[in-house]
């Protein structure tokens, strides 16, 4: 079985896991929102040179701490987040410079935003303060991702684009509109939480997301063999405590 399929079902067996073992009972229901930063490339094949295409990422979070075992502290988290993912290539010739656009006199760029509304399910693990102070988290576990909507940004005509010099021929996904509506993969991520008396809890987090599904089919007879994201989240979050 492959690594991240593994990665999948044991983030998806864990809370089970957790809730069955014998610690101290928890009962917290928090809610809030969370506010972010994607950096994303397409794992497309074949190749399609790209740089970190930049986009937002918030939403709402809902976490139920099931159980503290001893010094770990074992939740459930979902969220339901607005996420821009897409690409941006990397247009240069043999050189390695910029490729040049024979009619507009500048450098060519092309980036793609893909719109989905996101719906990642946690395993969240903390060590640390639970209600008065500081905690490390990991987070880990399936997210869904369902297209909402795409646009194209480019500085050029398909007619009169420069593909004397590119070195890099591959083009096809340029004109290409998302075949697959449904994404899913896996994200994990690790951060720290303040939790306060009075204002509630805020989180600071790193995440990454590998996607096992393609944005493009992937059989014989398509074009890519492979079109699958990676993105790097940063991202805020507000939680409160509405259940004790």
């Known amino acids: 079985m ?35 930063y994607n950096m994303t490339t397409i794992r497309f094949t074949p190749k399609v040179p790209q740089g970190m295409k930049g986009g937002m990422n918030m939403g709402f979070t809902a976490r139920y701490t099931v159980e503290k075992y001893f010094a770990t502290i074992a939740s459930i988290q979902a969220e339901v987040n607005f996420s821009q993912l897409g690409w941006k290539e990397d247009i240069r010739d043999m050189s390695n410079q910029p490729v040049i656009n024979t009619v507009t006199k500048q450098a060519e760029k092309y980036e793609r935003t893909i719109n989905y509304v996101q719906i990642p399910f946690f395993a969240h693990l903390a060590w640390g303060r639970e209600n008065n102070g500081f905690n490390f988290f990991v987070n880990a576990g399936p997210q869904l991702g369902i297209y909402v909507s795409e646009s194209t940004k480019s500085n050029f005509d398909w007619a009169t684009r420069n593909m004397d010099d590119r070195s890099n021929k591959v083009v096809a996904q340029d004109t290409m509109s998302v075949e697959n509506k449904m994404d899913y993969g896996i994200a994990a991520g690790a951060g720290v939480e ?26 014989k007879r398509d074009y890519f063999g492979s079109s699958n994201y990676g993105t790097i989240t940063i991202k805020l979050g507000w939680l409160v405590d509405i259940m004790k």
Do not use: M, V
């Open 2 to 36: 492959r690594l991240p399929y593994r990665i999948l079902l044991a983030a998806i067996c864990f809370p089970l896991f957790a809730h069955a073992q014998i610690g101290e009972h928890r009962n917290t229901l928090s809610i809030g929102g969370n506010a972010g």
């Open 194 to 219: 303040w939790a306060t008396k009075k204002l509630g809890r805020f989180t600071l987090e790193a995440r990454y997301y590998y996607g096992l599904g393609n944005i493009y089919g992937d059989s």
